[in-house]
């Protein structure tokens, strides 16, 4: 279990880089626009963090407002970043994309400071 445990989190790990990264390589090109790499790294947090979720709930130390937070929030991305993906958007509003970009960060900053 806990080779499984550590494995997760370091697809997690991988997930958020995906996510920050596609972001970040979107913002410094200019095309402010939503990426594969945007796309799949979501799918990977909301994968291997309710994976996560449930391990640490067994064992014992799940801080539940914590996670429920965090898993609003990857929600709210989730549809951030698949809408217009799908809908094949050139790019997106600025609003939306600096707002993705924030909330990936806070999704980060709430994992690592909500201690
Ligand atoms: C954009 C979305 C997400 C980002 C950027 C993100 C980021 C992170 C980061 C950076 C860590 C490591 C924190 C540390 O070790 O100090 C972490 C851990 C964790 N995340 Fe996420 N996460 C996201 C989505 C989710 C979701 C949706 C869940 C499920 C509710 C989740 C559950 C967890 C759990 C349980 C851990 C602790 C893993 C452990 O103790 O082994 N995450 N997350």
Redesign the pocket.
Known sequence: MEFV?LL??YL??L??AA??GGWLTSWLSGKFNINAAMLYG?AT??A???V??G??AADGD?DHAK??V??L???M?AVMIAIPWWKKRERVAAGHFWATGGL?AV??AV??FWT
């Open positions: 445990h997760l989190r997690h790990l997930g958020f996510v920050f979501i947090q909301l291997t963090g309710i996560l979720y391990i640490v799940a996670l429920g965090k898993f929030l990857a929600l991305l990936i999704t980060a994992a690592v």
